[in-house]
C-alpha cells in the first residue's frame, strides 16, 4: 500500500497566497488530483493531471509537483475556499488502487 | 446534467449484508470506470474500490478486499457495492464516484482523476 501525508490545518489571510501539500512515494511516479469539500457536501474536483482544472473552476487554483511532493496553490484566496482540501493518487505498488492523504482544513482569516 | 445518486445506506447489525447502488445519468456510463469512496464521520476521505468500464477488471482497498464486491449493469447505468462482514468501521457515508478518463485513454497514472461524485449514502453499522 502507499500513504499520503497532508499537513492537517493551514491557515491564509484574505487575498493572499496558500500552498497546500501532499507527500508520499507514490508521487514521485504518478500525478496527484485535489479534491476541495465544504461541510455537507459532496467533494469537488478541482486539480488534476500535470496542472488541470476542470470547468468552472477558478484560475486562482494551481498545481504542481516535485519528487515525492504534489502542492496545490491558491492565488489571492478567497473566503469561499475555506475548506477541506484533499489529494490522492495511485498507489505505488504500480497497480489500480487508489490512496487519498488525511486532508488540510484550510482556513481563510 | 451529469448525475450519480446513491441509495441503499441503511442502519445494519454487525457482520450483516447490504448492498449500495448508484444510478448514473447525463454521460455514457459504459464509458467510464467506476468508484466507490467512503468518509467515516469526522474522518477523511478513504478509496474503497474501482471497477473497470466493461466491468472486467475490479480493485479494492485492503480493509475492504474479501468482504465487499463492486458490480456494474451498463444495461441499467447503474454501479453496486455489495457489503459482508460488516463491521463497526464500515460506518461511513459512501460515495460512488465517475472516474474522468473513458476507457480508450491510458492515463498511465499521469491523468487520474473522480470528476463526478453523487451526494453520498449513509451506512451505519451497529449492535
Known amino acids: 500500500s502507499s500513504e499520503l501525508t497532508q499537513d492537517p490545518a493551514v491557515s491564509v489571510a484574505l487575498g493572499q497566497t496558500v500552498r497546500i501539500t501532499c507527500q508520499g512515494d507514490?508521487?514521485?511516479?504518478?500525478?496527484a488530483s485535489w479534491y476541495q469539500q465544504k461541510p455537507g457536501q459532496a467533494p469537488v474536483l478541482v486539480i488534476y493531471?500535470?496542472?488541470n482544472r476542470p470547468s468552472g473552476i477558478p484560475d486562482r487554483f494551481s498545481g504542481s509537483s516535485s519528487g515525492n511532493t504534489a502542492s496545490l496553490t491558491i492565488t489571492g484566496a478567497q473566503a469561499e475556499d475555506e475548506a477541506d482540501y484533499y489529494c490522492?493518487?495511485?498507489?505505488?505498488?504500480?497497480?489500480?488502487?487508489?490512496?487519498f492523504g488525511g486532508g488540510t482544513k484550510l482556513t481563510v482569516l | 446534467e451529469v448525475q450519480l445518486v446513491e441509495s441503499g445506506g441503511v442502519v445494519v447489525q454487525p457482520g450483516g449484508s447490504l448492498r449500495l447502488s448508484c444510478a448514473a445519468s447525463?454521460?455514457?456510463?459504459?464509458?467510464?470506470?467506476m468508484h466507490w469512496v467512503r468518509q467515516a464521520p469526522g474522518k477523511g476521505l478513504e478509496w474503497v474500490s474501482l471497477?473497470?468500464?466493461?466491468?472486467?477488471?475490479?480493485y479494492y482497498a485492503d480493509s475492504v478486499k474479501g468482504r465487499f464486491t463492486i458490480s456494474r449493469d451498463n444495461s441499467k447505468n447503474s454501479l453496486y457495492l455489495q457489503m459482508n462482514s460488516l463491521r463497526a468501521e464500515d460506518t461511513a457515508l459512501y460515495y460512488c464516484?465517475?472516474?474522468?478518463?473513458?476507457?480508450?485513454?491510458?492515463?498511465?497514472?499521469?491523468?487520474?482523476?473522480?470528476?463526478?461524485w453523487g451526494q453520498g449514502t449513509m451506512v451505519t453499522v451497529s449492535s
Open positions: 490522492n493518487s495511485r498507489d505505488s505498488s504500480g497497480n489500480h488502487l487508489r490512496v
Open positions: 493531471g500535470k496542472n
Open positions: 507514490s508521487l514521485r511516479s504518478y500525478y
Open positions: 464516484a465517475k472516474d474522468i478518463n473513458p476507457y480508450y485513454y491510458d492515463s498511465s497514472g499521469f491523468h487520474d482523476a473522480f470528476d463526478i
Open positions: 471497477i473497470s468500464w466493461d466491468g472486467g477488471s475490479t
Open positions: 447525463g454521460f455514457t456510463f459504459d464509458d467510464y470506470a
